[in-house]
Structure formats: structure tokens, C-alpha cells
């Protein structure tokens, strides 16, 4: 091996001046939302730090550093550098990046950010991180088109880049969008330090990447919090058992994903022992919660009368029986959310909205001597719960993002842990009749930048809905799979004409947010989208026979020879009914409709009913 190169760089310094490329044969970018959360949670935290609403830009310069690790690069002879490990930060930086680019309002603050995004090199515009498939869903980013880009068909790359730049959308602290955004600006890329290690040869660069992560690189919080816990059993048999159980449960994690191991101790931690969190003001210290989410091999040893660990047996069922059992069910957890199951949907719900937080509230509330049924049942009471809170929170415009909603969800998490079954549903029961907000927020509801996200996952949750109680055997999952071959897309029900429409509104403003109702919005497989797109209603009711029963319903041949669907609108009183023309009454008719069938599946009484 050549000389190996390690310099400390700043953000700036790293992405100034110089492209970047990732091999085809490189791992995808494969950052899911939680990394994101993660990685914001963990930037802001740390500018609020040192942030002083009466201090002046310069003094951003005295602020601390914030350390991102290491990246391992190799030069080709286009002066252009290959990331061999890195290109997981570097990306979702550059994502962070194209966001506050957005938000900023000084020319020069953004030409300053344009610059670490893309620049010009021999008369070409490129961005600074080069990677063919992905320039067409950049560029979308960056001129704030995502509307004109679709990411379906595209690399996994490709995908997770929108989707996490549309979790970012949804992350980002309002807090941090008004007079502080030029500090964190100018703290993000002067102050988020890297060191990168340079090699002559791929050849080298690979050789160093693996000696980084085989064996030079500094042991993870999981293999010492695992050193700590075996070297306090005092029996041989025992350690030597705990320690084959624990590279045997570990290994089952990491088949969920690189760092699932680490995400789940995060996650039991916080769930069954954590009692405080960091406040949200200026200044305001590290507690439990967060230090688990940093060191949470340090917290275990520091906190071993909170944990129960007195004794040498104490430590050997902590591995042997808690550690083991509570990753059996956070592996559960996982596989519910990622294949729909319908005697446990809601948890599947929870992850396709993007609530992160759901393991940690589900584990909260499970006792260590709960056999299957009880933790079966009290995954279908949570994840029902977390569907109804999350639900109140969007029909009302409220943020989801995991910096807006931690402290609330860990005061939860607080309530809920180890409750009997029985005590978990009247305690949930209890907390979504005091939320503050209600599904009353539907009366105003509507397609805006920030409901976007969601509306797909609602109209698919009423569409289902309706289908299932009417006796038909659609399938949800359907309805949100982005990997098919025509996934299904918001369809507005009235044609982007406002000059069809000028009679009925004073301006065109006035009939965009109309159009963007959730009552003049349905479902549709997106060739048949793109194809009725420019339709006049009446062609478009025609259609809609064709679709989903939501979609139908519009057209009056729905209402003949469809018996359980006109028993289903009997027995629970709803008014639907068909439209020839589909007017600012229709709307509102239909409005009201969602309502009630929000009504239905969003019931809290469900909470303690768990057979419906």
C-alpha cells in the first residue's frame, strides 16, 4: 500500500472545488427516514449549543465543532474522487444543503451554499457529488421542482435521494428558518468537521476501508456496552452462554439493516429505562434520552441502580432475558411494519406515514413477563393509538417531524411503560380524548406542501376502507407501493382549468385551493392519472366506473346491482351519492363525506375494542 493522505476538513473544504463520484458497484444510497431524524436531531442540538440569539455572524466562529467522521477517497486521473465510504453523509448533506439553499433569502448566503452543490468545471455545470442516474432527480431538487419529477422506475439511489430530501422538508425545526438559518448555515459548513483519507490506488482505499471497520476502527457503543455487561458475570458457563446468545442476536439485527443492532438498544433503552429528556430551549443539558442516543454504552454504566443491575445474575438475565426478549419483538416490530398484516395494519399504517417513533412507544409499554398473546395485543393498542395521533395531527396541519414531536412522544412513552393490558387502553383511550385537536381539522383539510406527503397514505386509507366494508378484497399495500409498475397517484378531480371555472371564483388562488381539497381528491393508478388528467369531469366520471369504489361512487352506475356496498352506506347513515357535475357544492359535499368515513376509521373507541 502507497502512502495514505488524512486531512481534517471542513464541510466547505470538502465539498469546494472538487466532484465526487461513486462507483456502479458502490452500495446504494440507502439512508432510510430514521437516519435523517437522527442526523438533524444531532446537528441541531448541538448548534443550539452555542447559539445566541444576540450574537452577531462573526461570533459563529467561536462556536464548537461538531465531528462527522471519517471519509475514504480515491483520486482518478479527471481530478474527480471516489467515495469508497462516506457517500451516506455526504449525500444527505448535500440534501440538507439544497434545502437551506431554498429557504435562504440573501443572495450571497445562497451563492455562498449554491457553490458546495454544484459548480462549474471546464465550461460544464455538474454537482460537486457526480453521479449520472442521479442529476435528473437533483436538478429537481434544486430548482424546488419536484412536481416535474417522478421517482418511480429510478434507481433505490434515486428514491431514497427525494424521499429523504422530502423528509427533510418535513424535519427541519421551524425554529431554525427565521433569523437563525444564516448561523446554522455558517456553523454547518465551517464548523462539521470530517477527516478524509485519501489513496493512491482503489485498490488501497478499499484495503483502508476495511481495515477501518475489521479492525484498526475504535470498538461501537454495542460491542462495549456488550464488553461492560459480560465482564460483570461471574460465571464462565453463563458468559460464555450470554455472549453466544448476543453475536447471535446481534447478527439477527444487522440482517434488518447495518445498524439496526445499535437503533434497537436506542430504542430499548429509551423505551424501558430513560426518565428524562433534554429541555428545547437554549443551553439546556444532555439528559437520559439523548445519551442514550450518543453513548448508550456509557448511560448503562452509569446508571445500573436504575437499570436493576446489582448483582452478577442481574446482568446475566439482562442478556440472557431482557436483551433477547425485547429484540425479539423490536424484529417483530419490523417485519410488521414492512409486510401488511391485517390483524396487526396499524403498525404497517405508522411506518408508511413515517412515524419513526412507533418501537419506542410499543416497547415501552411491554412488560419483560408478558407472554405472546399480551404483547400481541399491546402492539395492535399502541400502533392503533400512534395511527390516531399521528392521523389529529396532519387532518390539523400539525408537524410530525421527529424534532417537533420527541419530547411529547417520550413523555409517553413515560405513561405507558409496563402498563397491564387493561390499564394501556384506558390510559391511551384517556390521552386521545385530551389531545387538543381533533378530526374537526378535516372541515379545512386540503393538498398543500406540507400534506403531500401524507395525502397518498389518507385517500389509500379511506379508499381501502370503503372497499373493505363493502365486501371487496383490494389490498392497501397496493395502493402505497411506490415499486410497481403504475403506482397510484393523487388525482384531482377537477382539471387544472381555472379558466372553466372563472364564473365560480374571484381568482385563480381562490380555485387552486379548492381544487386542492380533500374532498375533490382520489386515487388513481398513475397511467390512468396522466391520461384523465386534462379531462373535463364529465369524461372523467365515465372513467372512474372503472377504478377504485371511492372513485366510482362519483358515477351513478355504482349505486345499481352493488348490494354491499348500498347496505354498507345504509347501516352507517353516510351520503354518498353520484355527480353529474361536480361543483363548489360537490366539494363540499364530499368533504364532509371523508369526514365521516375519517370518522369510522379513526374512531377512538377502537382503542378499546381491538376486534374491530
Given amino acids: 500500500m502507497k502512502k495514505i493522505d488524512g486531512k481534517p476538513k471542513s464541510l466547505r473544504q470538502l465539498l469546494t472545488g472538487v466532484k465526487y463520484t461513486v462507483h456502479y458497484y458502490q452500495r446504494e444510497y440507502m439512508w432510510r427516514i430514521k437516519q435523517i431524524e437522527e442526523l438533524m436531531d444531532d446537528l441541531t442540538d448541538e448548534f443550539s449549543l452555542f447559539y445566541d440569539p444576540n450574537d452577531s455572524r462573526k461570533q459563529v466562529s467561536n462556536y464548537g465543532h461538531y465531528f462527522m467522521g471519517s471519509i475514504v477517497l480515491t483520486s482518478n ?3 474527480e474522487n471516489a467515495i469508497i465510504d462516506g457517500q451516506q453523509r455526504l449525500t444527505s448533506l448535500t440534501l440538507l444543503l439544497i434545502y437551506i439553499y431554498h429557504l435562504l433569502e440573501d443572495d ?4 455562498e451554499v449554491q457553490n458546495l452543490i454544484y459548480s462549474q468545471q471546464f465550461g460544464e455545470k455538474s454537482f460537486n457529488i457526480n453521479v449520472e442516474d442521479r442529476t435528473e432527480c437533483l436538478n429537481a431538487l434544486f430548482r424546488d421542482k419536484l412536481e416535474d419529477f417522478k421517482p418511480n ?11 429523504r430530501y422530502l423528509d427533510i422538508d418535513e424535519i427541519f425545526p421551524d425554529d431554525l428558518k427565521g433569523e437563525a438559518l444564516p448561523f446554522f448555515k455558517d456553523w454547518l459548513i465551517d464548523k462539521v468537521d470530517f477527516i478524509e483519507i485519501t489513496a493512491d490506488t482503489e485498490q488501497d482505499a478499499h484495503k483502508i476501508f476495511v481495515s477501518m471497520n475489521d479492525r484498526g476502527l475504535s470498538l461501537t457503543p454495542t460491542e462495549m456496552l456488550k464488553g461492560y455487561l459480560l465482564s460483570e458475570i461471574s460465571d464462565d458457563e453463563q458468559r460464555n ?11 439477527e439485527l444487522k440482517d434488518l439493516d447495518k445498524d439496526e443492532d445499535s437503533t434497537f438498544i436506542k430504542t430499548w433503552l429509551r423505551a424501558q429505562y430513560a426518565e428524562t429528556i433534554r429541555e428545547t430551549k437554549r443551553d439546556a443539558v444532555n439528559k437520559d434520552f439523548d445519551i442514550i442516543g450518543t453513548t448508550f454504552h456509557k448511560w448503562v454504566r452509569e446508571n445500573t441502580k436504575t437499570i436493576d443491575l446489582n448483582k452478577p445474575v442481574d446482568f446475566e438475565n439482562f442478556v440472557l432475558h431482557n436483551f433477547t426478549r425485547y429484540a425479539e419483538i423490536y424484529i417483530k416490530i419490523w417485519d410488521l411494519a414492512t409486510d401488511y398484516d391485517p390483524d396487526f395494519k396499524h403498525v404497517f399504517y405508522n411506518d408508511d406515514i413515517g412515524f419513526t417513533l412507533q418501537s419506542q412507544v410499543i416497547l415501552a409499554a411491554i412488560s419483560i413477563d408478558d407472554n405472546d398473546k399480551v404483547v400481541d395485543e399491546k402492539i395492535k393498542v399502541v400502533s392503533r393509538f400512534l395511527d390516531q395521533f399521528a392521523a389529529r395531527r396532519v387532518f390539523n396541519y400539525k408537524n410530525m417531524g421527529y424534532s417537533t ?10 405513561k405507558v411503560r409496563n402498563l397491564p393490558l387493561d390499564e394501556l387502553k384506558k390510559t391511551l383511550y384517556d390521552e386521545i380524548n385530551t389531545l387538543e385537536f381533533t378530526l374537526e381539522g378535516i372541515d379545512s383539510f386540503g393538498l398543500n406542501g406540507y400534506t403531500k406527503r ?38 384531482h378531480i377537477w382539471a387544472d382549468h381555472f379558466e372553466d371555472h372563472k364564473k365560480e371564483f374571484k381568482n385563480e388562488n381562490e380555485f387552486q385551493e379548492w381544487r386542492n381539497f380533500f374532498g375533490a381528491l382520489l386515487i388513481l393508478p398513475r397511467d390512468k392519472n396522466r391520461s384523465y388528467n386534462d379531462s373535463p369531469y364529465t369524461d372523467k366520471v365515465k372513467m ?17 346491482n352493488n348490494p354491499n356496498f348500498l347496505k354498507y352506506i345504509r347501516n352507517n347513515n353516510l351520503d354518498f351519492k353520484p355527480y353529474k357535475k361536480f361543483t363548489v357544492d360537490s366539494i363540499e359535499e364530499r368533504q364532509d363525506l371523508y369526514k365521516e368515513l375519517a370518522y369510522e376509521i379513526w374512531n377512538p373507541e377502537l382503542i378499546k375494542n381491538l376486534d374491530n
Wanted: contains cysteine; aromatic residues 10%; hydrophobic residues 30%.
Fill in 108 to 111: 450571497e448566503d445562497k451563492g
Fill in 153 to 163: 422506475g429510478e434507481s433505490e439511489s434515486v428514491r431514497n435521494i427525494y424521499n
Fill in 544 to 560: 372512474y366506473f372503472s377504478e377504485n369504489l371511492l372513485a366510482r361512487s362519483l358515477n351513478d352506475k355504482c349505486y345499481k
Fill in 405 to 414: 414531536i420527541k419530547n411529547s412522544i417520550f413523555n409517553l412513552t413515560k
Fill in 241 to 251: 452462554k450470554a455472549n453466544d446468545v448476543w453475536k447471535k442476536t446481534i447478527l
Fill in 454 to 491: 401524507f395525502m397518498l397514505h389518507l385517500l389509500a386509507r379511506l379508499t381501502h376502507h370503503v372497499e373493505e366494508q363493502s365486501g371487496m378484497h383490494t389490498k392497501f399495500e397496493d395502493y402505497v407501493d411506490r415499486n410497481i409498475k403504475h403506482p397510484y397517484d393523487i388525482e
Fill in 77 to 79: 486521473d479527471n481530478n
